[in-house]
């Protein structure tokens, strides 16, 4: 595709419920990055795949978060029993590929969730 | 663990004035910097990134970076910023793939 679109844009849940968030890459790049912008604060590191192994999951907040990604493309991100501090924009992000670090990134749109 | 501080969190500026975003990070080996901007209602975008070599680095827009390793810092600098420069500038390394940005520094810049 144009560029790495991501599904809903908007979420709103109940606390307690599951969500499942969805990102669709840049045709062709291997690495797809996971993270969390929460209001007043940065960008928070969650996840990185390349192709469909991720090899860092200490940025996942809890274990109710996690993601995977099947056939080297869609990723989804799972957060169970939702709280209510897992409010924030989620933004997912890809790049050709994640070996050294020097790739450019390109962003979605993000995924807005609101746990009430 | 590595970490990126950005000192400023909201700057105003008039028109034309000069502007110079700090950026300090924690990390001890080989890093890759990178400086990003997201314009009100848009995506995150890359200005500009180092890797090695010539360690003031251009981008877009008319913006520019410089690495000092002894400072550990990586400035971002406009000589004469425009209204359309309004927007969020985060500072990021990558040492491996799992890239750590900064809070973010929000730039006005006054018609």
């Known amino acids: 595709g144009a560029g790495v679109s991501q599904s809903p844009s908007n979420k709103v849940t109940e606390k307690g419920k599951d969500v499942e968030l969805r990102c669709d890459p840049i045709?062709?790049?291997?690495?797809l990055y996971w993270y969390r912008q929460s209001l007043g604060q940065g960008l928070e590191f969650l996840i990185y795949?390349?192709?469909?192994?991720?090899?860092?999951k200490s940025g996942l907040p809890s274990d109710r978060f996690s993601a995977e990604r099947t056939g080297g493309s869609v990723s989804t991100l799972t957060i169970q029993r939702t709280q209510q501090e897992d409010s924030a924009v989620y933004l997912c992000?890809?790049?050709?590929?994640?070996?050294?670090?020097?790739?450019?990134?390109?962003f979605g749109p993000g995924t807005r969730l609101l746990v009430l | 663990a590595q970490s990126v501080s950005q000192h400023n969190h909201h700057v105003i500026l008039s028109e034309a004035a000069s502007l110079e975003l700090g950026c300090n990070y924690s990390?001890?080996?080989?890093?890759?910097l990178f400086w990003y901007v997201q314009y009100p209602g848009q995506h995150l975008q890359l200005l500009l990134k180092y890797f090695s070599g010539d360690p003031l680095v251009k981008g877009i827009k008319g913006f520019e970076a410089e690495f000092i390793k002894s400072k550990f810092s990586f400035n971002l600098r406009k000589p004469s910023v425009q209204w359309s420069d309004t927007a969020e500038y985060f500072c990021?390394?990558?040492?491996?793939?799992?890239?750590?940005f900064g809070a973010g520094t929000r730039l006005t810049v006054k018609p």
């Open positions: 795949f390349q192709g469909n192994s991720a090899p860092d």
């Open positions: 992000a890809s790049s050709l590929s994640a070996s050294g670090g020097q790739e450019t990134q390109y």
């Open positions: 045709s062709g790049h291997t690495a």
């Open positions: 990021a390394v990558n040492p491996q793939g799992d890239m750590r």
């Open positions: 990390y001890g080996g080989t890093v890759n």
